[in-house]
């Protein structure tokens, strides 16, 4: 016989690609890990990256993490979103990952929608949606990687066609009125605008290391803390006391 | 209006005092954000870690964290429970955080109680439990830590105490038929069998560091591979196709 777990605190969705999914990759602090720290015994993080995916393929998935009804009651409210994609839909078009622009605006244009249009009108909190843009691509190093491997792979992604992708998601984002945490900006900054220094926060031209999700985790603390300040970790209670 | 997180995948639940809470904590790699890496699009990791908590404060706390009844299909299902106290219970007497070893043993039978009769018998799939023990103390270390502080404070455990605790945890596994890591041999043998040597996996005498949660985590893995196969990471499918 199964337990069950109770729903006892609310929930942060990290809804995503590999960079998602790996951010809580031993051996080093993503950015999962992190907020799964500082949000304990707050609220729950999901995990609900993909590795591999595009928004094509992530659209049907958000559909089944987020219930509609009036069953809702029972399963965790979902107090924080990020939607973080762009990294795998911005592949060269070759590749089965592509995904057009206009299709990838099309479609995190609808995994808004999906969010705002789901759960029960019941509730009166509103689910917090931070749109993240992908990380600038250090084509050089992706490149290097790619023709290491047996058998060697062509460079599969381009350093503009990303910019292009992140631009999108920023346009989004202004336009739905939802906060964007803007990463390929953030980290393209950092690197004293040099795709080559990029190297200090990828680990392969195209996943973060260490450095560079700790600049998305202050950039998105700091935007939780302005723009959703209700969902800002010090101004949750404890769910069981101290 | 909120979103709300179907239960698209079920969980794991670490349950326990500090040294769980703190197993995803940056800056180095703890055996939560291990699991939550490992079992990622398969198995959702609930932090249910209660810094300061004995087992006396943490039985209510678990009848909140569990359902019974109907309702019980929107929730997750629990396949795997880390039940993981004593370093608290095991404080010396004048300490309120002290628990005597007989209502120790008492509150631990009762929460495998607890576990194995909540849910719905509706459900095939047993929850697995898997207790743990407290690690050893290294007193020098801690009455050091306490010492240093503002103002001092006297050393608050004793080094055969919490032997007596672990010990204690191994008989109410044995007894109740469930596994255990037996955390507190395992830590004093790789320290060979030396209080001292043992802060090289305690960061202040009580709590573990990278060093320390290594050894939780892989005594925990081939504990799951070899007392629980179903719910090993290798053997369950991704809840989203790869």
Not at 64 to 78: A, F, H, R, Y
Not at 109 to 128: C, I
Not at 144 to 158: E, G, I, M, V, Y
Not at 194 to 203: A, G, W
């Given at each position: 016989?199964?337990?069950?777990?109770?729903?006892?605190?609310?929930?942060?969705?990290?809804?995503?690609?590999?960079?998602?999914?790996?951010?809580?990759?031993?051996?080093?602090?993503?950015?999962?890990?992190?907020?799964?720290?500082?949000?304990?015994?707050?609220?729950?993080v999901?995990?609900?990256?993909?590795?591999?995916?595009?928004?094509?393929?992530?659209?049907?998935?958000?559909?089944?993490?987020?219930?509609?009804?009036?069953?809702?009651?029972?399963?965790?409210?979902?107090?924080?979103?990020?939607?973080?994609?762009?990294?795998?839909?911005?592949?060269?078009?070759?590749?089965?990952?592509?995904?057009?622009?206009?299709?990838?605006?099309?479609?995190?244009?609808?995994?808004?929608?999906?969010?705002?249009?789901?759960?029960?009108?019941?509730?009166?909190?509103?689910?917090?949606?931070?749109?993240?843009?992908?990380?600038?691509?250090?084509?050089y190093?992706?490149?290097?990687?790619?023709?290491?491997?047996?058998?060697?792979?062509?460079?599969?992604?381009d350093?503009?066609?990303?910019?292009?992708?992140?631009?999108?998601?920023?346009?989004?984002?202004?336009?739905?009125?939802?906060?964007?945490?803007?990463?390929?900006?953030?980290?393209?900054?950092?690197?004293?605008?040099?795709?080559?220094?990029?190297?200090?926060?990828?680990?392969?031209?195209?996943?973060?290391?260490?450095?560079?999700?700790?600049?998305v985790?202050?950039?998105?603390?700091?935007?939780?803390?302005?723009?959703?300040?209700?969902?800002?970790?010090?101004?949750?209670?404890?769910?069981?006391p101290?």
């Amino acid at each position: 016989m199964s337990a069950v777990a109770a729903n006892v605190q609310d929930s942060i969705v990290l809804f995503g690609d590999s960079i998602t999914q790996g951010s809580f990759e031993p051996g080093f602090t993503g950015f999962g890990q992190r907020l799964a720290h500082i949000y304990a015994r707050r609220l729950d993080v999901l995990n609900r990256g993909l590795s591999g995916y595009n928004t094509e393929w992530a659209v049907p998935v958000l559909k089944e993490c987020l219930v509609t009804g009036p069953d809702c009651s029972l399963s965790p409210k979902i107090r924080l979103i990020t939607i973080w994609f762009g990294a795998n839909d911005a592949c060269i078009k070759s590749s089965p990952q592509h995904v057009s622009l206009g299709k990838f605006i099309y479609n995190l244009n609808h995994m808004v929608t999906l969010v705002r249009s789901s759960g029960s009108s019941d509730y009166s909190v509103e689910t917090r949606i931070v749109l993240i843009t992908p990380p600038p691509v250090n084509t050089y190093q992706r490149a290097a990687d790619l023709a290491s491997r047996d058998p060697p792979k062509a460079c599969d992604r381009d350093f503009e066609v990303t910019r292009e992708y992140a631009a999108a998601v920023k346009t989004v984002a202004e336009q739905k009125k939802v906060a964007v945490v803007d990463v390929w900006t953030a980290l393209y900054e950092a690197a004293g605008e040099d795709e080559r220094t990029l190297s200090k926060f990828l680990v392969d031209g195209l996943h973060l290391n260490e450095a560079g999700y700790q600049i998305v985790y202050d950039e998105l603390m700091k935007t939780i803390q302005k723009e959703y300040p209700d969902v800002y970790y010090e101004n949750l209670p404890f769910t069981f006391p101290p």
